[in-house]
């Protein structure tokens, strides 16, 4: 049996992820759950699974939890902050981490899994973009296995050999991720102009939480994908391409040297992948119905529009440069979402503050986590002056 620490467990993939091991109470239990702020629904989720251990990210919440858990009779040791956080992704409390915290915030513990020699399912893509190359050193120091959770490059990992190693060694001519185009596909800048939260929150085919929405609604979340997948599969950018697929059926493909694609198919639901994830090299049952393919009847293709939705090129840009670039594509990139949510700046100009902060990258890969964490707070700081220019 198989026990969990589920990070990020009140958000969507955490939701995915506990509805897929209530499914499986012979194969899984929970030893941790965490989330940010999010107390009383942190405290359903503790009477509900019974963890030994449940963390808040934030210290000033953790008194309440405690006297939601007491008042319930639930026996669940709390602790709160940052380093508490880390510190449960790598202890004996779970062999396998789910790593579903939303943004930088998650890099730390993400890390910690990796060095413990956890089975990694990893949904936190930033942890990728902003820190891949220690990632994949933390992992081999480690001695843990990482499985990707977002469905595109859980898609792409079904379509390689289970031991797939170098691409080119297994004859893998492209990888092609796919994108649903967001809500705002077809459109041009000028219907992008006046675009309000609720309507870039509103995806056609997937449950999201409200940044990853809104990456998806600029493409962002695809540029993110790409870098990710960079890391994840030793692939050049060059050699990673996106493809808009309106219907999200096709979650990803493996061009291979002799022509042949092979693709993931799928109902639009993160629990394929995250019950993949679990049980990899077997499969299980995640609740999710089968795929109708006559009920389907057709599948679109198109080029991603780069110059209406410059997120992704910027992206591409990103990884080309180097350096910090990536670190501070993310940064911007947050703070800019974060900005826009809170009705302070205007869609179209989260692109315009992730570009300008681009041109302050150093082209020196930072050599530690302490240099990442540097480059990410400078980035953050620059793109909130932007921020309050723009917005000005």
């Known amino acids: 049996m198989k026990t969990l620490a589920v990070l990020g467990a009140t958000g969507s993939i955490g939701a995915s992820a506990l509805d897929v091991v209530a499914r ?6 929970v030893g941790v759950l965490a989330a940010h702020r999010s107390v009383d629904a942190l405290a359903d989720l503790c009477e509900r699974f ?4 449940a963390v808040i990210a934030d210290p000033a919440c953790a008194p309440a939890l405690s006297e939601r858990l007491r008042g319930r009779g639930i026996a669940c040791r709390v602790e709160g902050g940052p380093a508490a956080l880390v510190a449960a992704a790598a202890g004996d409390r779970c062999d396998t981490v789910v ?3 939303v943004g930088a915030a998650g890099l730390e513990s993400t890390l910690a899994a990796a060095r413990a020699g956890k089975r990694l399912l990893l949904a936190n893509k930033e942890a990728v973009v902003m820190a891949g190359p220690l990632l994949a050193t933390a992992l081999d120091e480690g001695g843990g296995t990482l499985l990707p959770l977002d469905s595109e490059h859980n898609a792409v990992f079904q379509c390689l050999p289970h031991e797939h190693g170098d691409l080119d060694a297994i004859g893998v001519r492209r990888i092609l991720l796919t994108a649903s185009g967001g809500p705002f596909r077809g459109r041009s800048a000028a219907e992008l102009a006046a675009i309000t939260p609720a309507q870039a929150c509103a995806h056609p085919n997937w449950r999201m939480g409200r940044k990853i929405s809104v990456d998806s609604a600029t493409l ?31 979650h990803s493909l493996v ?10 198919l799928g109902n639009p639901d993160m629990r394929t992948a995250i019950a993949y994830a679990l049980a990899w090299p077997q499969r299980i049952d995640a609740g999710v119905a089968a795929l109708d393919l006559v009920k389907t009847a057709r599948l679109d293709f198109e080029a991603p529009d780069l110059t209406t939705f410059r997120c992704l090129a910027l992206a591409y840009e990103a990884l080309a440069a180097g350096g910090t670039a990536t670190i501070v594509l993310n940064a911007a990139n947050e703070e800019a979402v974060a900005a826009f949510l809170d009705g302070r700046l205007p869609f179209l100009a989260i692109a315009e503050t992730i570009e300008r902060c681009l041109a302050g990258a150093s082209g020196e890969a930072p050599a530690d986590l302490a240099a990442i964490l540097d480059a990410d707070l400078t980035a953050r700081r620059q793109a909130q002056r932007m921020i309050a220019a723009l917005s000005a």
């Open 220 to 250: 962002m979340n695809k540029g993110l994908e790409v870098i990710e997948a960079h890391h994840l599969f030793r692939a050049p950018a060059e050699r990673i391409d996106v493809v808009v697929h309106p219907q999200s059926i096709i």
């Open 50 to 53: 019974r963890p030994e251990l």
């Open 99 to 101: 790593a579903a915290i």
């Open 255 to 264: 061009e291979y040297a002799d022509g042949s694609l092979l693709a993931q």
């Open 24 to 29: 499986h109470p012979d194969k899984y239990r």
